[in-house]
T-cell receptor, first 113, second 113 residues
């Protein structure tokens, strides 16, 4: 069973606030990912990282930013939240080998009022 | 660029009946294919993966999938569905393996008693 944790699970907050979504994994995985998921839609990759100090933008443009200062931690930040940021955000991690699957956290459901 | 189509948005089956969920992909090279399941309020769990070799792949929870290159398909099957199988199922294709996955929009499975 994968050990990847996301907090908070649910967040309802007003427009303009700064938000940080936390993601931590205890498996020592090098690669980590953030996906955005809307109801009835596919997951879209918004950020990923190959390891410490590595961050890349995904296929879906996002106003969020990420950092990777420690292997186990990959937080996502929105500097000024807007209603268009309302979505579910899923974090995942995998070993560096190309044939290893991604393991997902339970997600953060974000609602911006 | 790769893409994934899951033609069925919602499928309803009776408990004990057989199940087949369809997945069609588009990718020019050898695809790396995955099926994930997502229960309400949770993240994605890997059911099975195909990288190469035997085209019939066995996964967890009694699921299997068959890769058919000629049809660009990777359909998921289960001979006898249990009520606990009710969830959303996502097919995904990877270009370089398991990173940078492209997901389908998912198929929601309802199981009637």
């Amino acid at each position: 069973e994968a050990d990847i944790y996301q907090t908070p699970r649910y967040l309802v907050i007003g427009t303009g606030k700064k938000i940080t979504l936390e993601c931590s994994q205890t498996m020592g995985h090098d690669k980590m990912y953030w996906y955005q998921q809307d109801p009835g839609m596919e997951l879209h990759l918004i950020h990923y990282s190959y390891g410490v100090n590595s961050t890349e933008k995904g296929d879906l443009s996002s106003e969020s930013t990420v950092s990777r200062i420690r292997t186990e931690h990959f937080p996502l930040t929105l500097e000024s939240a807007r209603p268009s940021h309302t979505s579910q955000y899923l974090c995942a991690s995998s070993e560096y080998r190309w044939d290893q699957p991604q393991h997902f956290g339970d997600g953060t459901r974000l609602s911006i009022l | 660029a790769q893409s994934v189509t899951q033609p069925d948005i919602h499928i309803t089956v009776s408990e004990g009946a057989s199940l087949e969920l369809r997945c069609n992909y588009s990718y020019g090279a050898t695809p790396y294919l995955f099926w994930y399941v997502q229960s309400p309020g949770q993240g994605l769990q890997l059911l099975l993966k195909y990288f190469s070799g035997d085209t019939l792949v066995q996964g967890i929870k009694g699921f299997e999938a068959e890769f058919k290159r000629s049809q660009s398909s990777f359909n998921l099957r289960k001979p006898s569905v249990h009520w606990s199988d009710a969830a959303e199922y996502f097919c995904a294709v990877g270009a370089g393996g398991s990173e940078k996955l492209v997901f389908g929009k998912g198929t929601k499975l309802t199981v009637n008693p």
